[in-house]
């Protein structure tokens, strides 16, 4: 059973560029979240996605979207990017109606880095 | 908003000794506490929890303390082994983490 699968591993991108992160969840799985971890820091929570609509939101600006498909995969989207961008994005899912839905299975991130 | 620290940033035990990593929170509506351990090239997996209700959990060599009074958190390695070294992450919920420790276990 494969767990969390994220796509790309590494990418480069330009200051202004745009970017598109992939996720597909943990079978069974239907909510995802994504987070950005810093080098040398925690994760920050940056959205949540269940049932095709975003229902959590951190302090990340507008420039950050996402979506969700109908097979539970998400993609993360991020416009005019910045220097400050680059950062592990990490994916993490979870199954809401279940005994532990607390409990979030992560990808292993895509490493983006903004020249 | 709310707010997780989490102490020591780095730590080193000597194989077999016990590791400790502390945490705090700010929220005191914060009711569940998980541990995630982060591999390189890996992606991060839970090796504990703790609910608000309980005030202690253990699984073999891993064990978590919640003291809700204080607003704090640990988690408890015993009889380390080199396969603990990694970066652990608390967190309260499932969306404030802490900025991680990274353990390393000296042979």
């Known amino acids: 059973d494969a767990g969390v699968t994220q796509s790309p591993t590494h990418l480069i991108k330009t200051r202004g560029q745009q970017v598109t992160l992939r996720c597909s969840p943990k079978?069974?799985?239907?909510?995802v979240s994504w987070y950005q971890q810093a080098l040398g820091q925690g994760p920050q929570f940056i959205f949540q996605y269940y049932e095709e609509e975003e229902r959590q939101r951190g302090n990340f600006p507008d420039r950050f979207s996402g979506h969700q498909f109908p097979n539970y995969s998400s993609e993360l989207n991020v416009n005019a990017l910045l220097l400050g961008d680059s950062a592990l994005y990490l994916c993490?899912?979870?199954?809401?109606?279940?005994?532990?839905?607390?409990?979030?299975?992560f990808g292993a991130g895509s490493r983006l880095t903004v020249l | 908003g709310e707010n997780v620290e989490q102490h020591p940033s780095t730590l080193s035990v000597q194989e077999g000794d016990s590791a400790v990593i502390k945490c705090t929170y700010s929220d005191s509506a914060s009711n569940y506490f998980p541990w995630y351990k982060q591999e390189l090239g890996k992606g991060s997996q839970l090796i504990i929890d703790?609910?608000?209700?309980?005030g202690e959990k253990k699984d073999q060599r891993i064990a978590v303390t919640l003291n809700k009074t204080a607003k704090h958190f640990s988690l408890h390695i015993t009889e380390t082994q080199p396969e603990d070294s990694a970066v652990y992450f608390c967190?309260?919920?499932?969306?404030?983490f802490g900025k991680g420790t990274r353990l390393h276990i000296l042979p």
């Open positions: 993490a899912s979870r199954r809401t109606s279940a005994a532990g839905a607390n409990v979030l299975t």
């Open positions: 079978s069974g799985h239907d909510t």
């Open positions: 703790i609910r608000s209700n309980v």
């Open positions: 967190a309260a919920n499932k969306i404030i």
